[in-house]
């Protein structure tokens, strides 16, 4: 039976070696980032500095998180389109950053239900 710290290092190793999960664990603050998104992406009431207001890990500056943002929208890995309020970006996680994650959670026995449900686009 491996040991919690056996696990903890799996769970490290397994992450890194994703195609796009491994981008969110350079820092607590981008894991964090993508599991609110994943929670919330429906939310009309939630936008980019929300996010960035629920990061209970903030140890980076807001700055840092926001060029995350935008980068990981240049590589399609999440996806910003407009809300409901014009002033609002609304985030969404790319489809495989999504199937990547709820794999994950499987891999590793985690039950979860708190994906948001998909709409359409």
């Known amino acids: 039976m491996k040991s919690p710290i056996e696990k903890e290092l799996?769970?490290?190793?397994?992450?890194a070696a994703t195609?796009?999960?491994?981008?969110f664990i350079k820092y607590p603050e981008y894991w964090e980032l993508m599991l609110l998104i994943a929670i919330n992406e429906n939310?009309?009431?939630?936008?980019?500095?929300d996010y960035l207001d629920n990061i209970a890990t903030m140890?980076?500056?807001?700055v840092t998180v926001r060029n995350?943002?935008?980068d990981r929208v240049a590589e399609g890995t999440i996806i910003s389109r407009q809300g409901e309020k014009k002033s609002r970006r609304m985030l969404t996680l790319s489809d495989k950053?999504?199937?990547e994650l709820k794999d994950y959670?499987?891999?590793f026995h985690i039950k979860i239900n708190q994906f948001a449900p998909r709409d359409e686009k």
């Open 105 to 107: 959670f499987q891999y």
């Open 19 to 23: 195609k796009s999960l491994k981008v």
């Open 59 to 62: 140890q980076v500056n807001r």
């Open 43 to 49: 939310n009309q009431e939630i936008g980019i500095e």
């Open 68 to 70: 995350f943002i935008k």
């Open 97 to 99: 950053v999504t199937e």
């Open 10 to 15: 799996e769970r490290l190793r397994y992450l």
